[in-house]
T-cell receptor, first 109, second 116 residues
Framework: LAKTTQPISMDSYEGQEVNITCSHN???????ITWYQQFPSQGPRFIIQ???TKVTNEVASLFIPADRKSSTLSLPRVSLSDTAVYYC??????????FGTGTSLTVIP | GAVVSQHPSRVICKSGTSVKIECRSL??????MFWYRQFPKKSLMLMAT?????????EQGVEKDKFLINHASLTLSTLTVTSAHPEDSSFYIC????????????FGSGTRLTVV
């Protein structure tokens, strides 16, 4: 059961790049790293997933160092609509996912 | 993509009554689904793992007789809050995964339960 640690909150101005780092020191060999976004009164929404190195999709990039004990979610040029809570989860197929505190991101005009 | 539908989105019930929440995987089969609850400004707390065709596995501290879970098919899991009390008021969220974890886990839109 990999436990994750993230900053509780972050502020950023519109148009800036935001990097949110997550620590998962006891990640297992079979675990993937997945990031979710949650708006108030909605279920979490999948952002990106990776196992190692770098993954990029249309909304974000995920950087994972060789030891996999941490990961960084990068959101390019954030807008006000990116204000949300971001969760980093680690786990393997079929296993339970336990949520940490998440990072509350506030984008400022 | 993977879609999980949760119903109802909001429900208000009287103390002592039971409420059923449905979670359906619309375009994939899910042998395993998960139920979470979330209090305001808090993180999601895993309540139980719902396994198709077998008994659910509950997390420590979650009353299995209070939160009945039934996973009768590969696309439907239900959570019944029995004899609801005001302290059961919360946001309940289900999730499911396709066999290929590259899609991650898909979450329902959540159910806001208010017990009065």
């Amino acid at each position: 059961l990999a436990k994750t640690t993230q900053p509780i909150s972050m502020d950023s101005y519109e148009g800036q790049e935001v990097n949110i780092t997550c620590s998962h020191n006891n990640i297992a060999t079979n675990d993937y790293i997945t990031w979710y976004q949650q708006f108030p009164s909605q279920g979490p929404r999948f952002i990106i997933q990776g196992y190692k190195t770098k993954v990029t999709n249309e909304v974000a990039s995920l950087f994972i160092p060789a030891d996999r004990k941490s990961s960084t979610l990068s959101l390019p040029r954030v807008s006000l609509s990116d204000t949300a809570v971001y969760y980093c989860l680690v786990g393997a197929t079929g296993n339970q996912f336990y949520f940490g505190t998440g990072t509350s991101l506030t984008v400022i005009p | 993509g993977a879609v999980v539908s949760q119903h109802p989105s909001r429900v208000i019930c009287k103390s002592g009554t039971s409420v059923k929440i449905e979670c359906r995987s619309l375009d994939f089969q899910a042998t395993t689904m998960f139920w979470y609850r979330q209090f305001p400004k808090k993180s999601l707390m895993l309540m139980a793992t719902s396994n198709e065709g077998s008994k659910a596995t509950y997390e420590q501290g979650v009353e299995k007789d209070k939160f009945l879970i039934n996973h009768a098919s590969l696309t439907l899991s239900t959570l019944t809050v029995t004899s609801a009390h005001p302290e059961d008021s919360s946001f309940y969220i289900c999730s499911a995964s396709r066999q290929n974890l590259n899609y991650g886990y898909t979450f329902g839109s959540g159910t806001r339960l208010t017990v009065v």
